[in-house]
């Protein structure tokens, strides 16, 4: 399994969202208060590195 990305549910509940290495499945599973937080921030930061959401987009919110 390899961790992909975060997600929050409904409740307000953050996931960590993993794939399968062996049948490409994915799988979401709760953060713990054991987890890195700071690869948990890494993660939920991912998207806004890759430079395909423009500067103005991240100003609006």
């Keep these: ?3 992909l990305c975060l ?3 409904r ?3 953050w996931l960590v969202i993993h794939e399968c290495l062996a049948c490409g499945e994915l799988s979401a599973n ?3 208060g054991d987890d890195n ?3 948990l ?3 939920a930061v991912r998207p806004l590195s890759h430079g ?3 500067a103005r987009a ?4």
Aim: net charge positive.
């Design 1 to 3: 399994m390899t961790a």
């Design 7 to 9: 997600m929050a549910d």
């Design 11 to 13: 409740q307000g509940e």
């Design 30 to 32: 709760r953060i713990a």
């Design 37 to 39: 937080a700071l690869v």
């Design 41 to 43: 921030l890494r993660m």
């Design 52 to 54: 395909r959401l423009p």
């Design 58 to 61: 991240l100003l609006g919110l």
